[in-house]
Nanobody
Framework: DVQLQASGGGKVQFGGSLKLSCTTS????????IGWFRQAPGKEREAVSS????????DYVRSVKGRFTMSSDNAKNTVYLQMNSLKPEDTAVYYC????????????????WGQGTLVTVSS
């Protein structure tokens, strides 16, 4: 069975940091693109970051560039999202997702999803 287990969410104050983890199994991790998405209350789910495990390239939504860093540990089949300088607008449920190619790593086309972890940033 395919599993994506997201963890590491919590409550932090403005300017704080959190590190999310997404541990996966059941698919060829080093051949897939993995992404972090988030959904704030009353808003649509949006892409936050992605990593293409084939070449290690990463990408970020403009609002988190310079603050968030995504990394991958192929030995552990796990991706991470280091979130620094957190803002109240980063408050959301964060999901990890996987797709066999980067172009399909979208809200609508990602193949596998994790269950989400809640990040709350207070002002």
């Amino acid at each position: 069975d395919v599993q994506l287990q997201a963890s590491g969410g919590g409550k932090v104050q403005f300017g704080g940091s959190l590190k999310l983890s997404c541990t996966t199994s059941g698919f060829p991790f080093d051949e897939y693109a993995i992404g972090w998405f988030r959904q704030a209350p009353g808003k649509e789910r949006e892409a936050v970051s992605s990593i293409n495990n084939i070449d290690g390239s990463t990408d970020y939504v403009r609002s988190v560039k310079g603050r968030f860093t995504m990394s991958s540990d192929n030995a552990k089949n796990t991706v991470y999202l280091q979130m620094n300088s957190l803002k109240p607008e980063d408050t959301a449920v964060y999901y990890c997702a996987a797709a066999s190619e980067l172009a399909r790593l979208t809200v609508y086309w990602a193949t596998y999803w994790g269950q989400g972890t809640l990040v709350t940033v207070s002002s």
